[in-house]
Nanobody, 127 residues
Framework: QVQLVESGGGLAQAGGSLRLSCAAS????????MGWFRQAPGKEREFVAV????????YYADSVKGRFTISRDNAKNTLYLQMNSLKPEDTAVYYCAASTRVYQIIEMTSFQLYEYWGQGTQVTVSS
């Protein structure tokens, strides 16, 4: 089993920045890609970004491309999401996820492909 714990959410103004972290523990060596998803009230969970096991490859949703950066520190078993130029429509609960599947990261945009999930952290962006 893998345990994931997010932190770093909160309230930001439009145009501001936040940095999310996700600490992984347990059988982390069994995981391959890691990703971030978000879910706004009344909406389905949507893909935000994904990163390969070694961190060399990344892929982003069009809605966050150029504003968000996903990264990971495998020595610390920690995943990050740097969010800049925040917009009110970025308001959601953000979840980190880990998958044991060895697919191309461009294929890893469906939440159904991830076995492990954190509890989520709220991000609220005011206008």
């Amino acid at each position: 089993q893998v345990q994931l714990v997010e932190s770093g959410g909160g309230l930001a103004q439009a145009g501001g920045s936040l940095r999310l972290s996700c600490a992984a523990s347990g059988r982390t060596r069994s995981t391959a890609v890691m990703g971030w998803f978000r879910q706004a009230p009344g909406k389905e969970r949507e893909f935000v970004a994904v990163i390969s096991k070694a961190g060399a490859s990344t892929y982003y949703a069009d809605s966050v491309k150029g504003r968000f950066t996903i990264s990971r520190d495998n020595a610390k078993n920690t995943l990050y999401l740097q969010m800049n130029s925040l917009k009110p429509e970025d308001t959601a609960v953000y979840y980190c996820a880990a998958s044991t599947r060895v697919y191309q990261i461009i294929e890893m945009t469906s939440f159904q492909l991830y076995e492990y999930w954190g509890q989520g952290t709220q991000v609220t962006v005011s206008s």
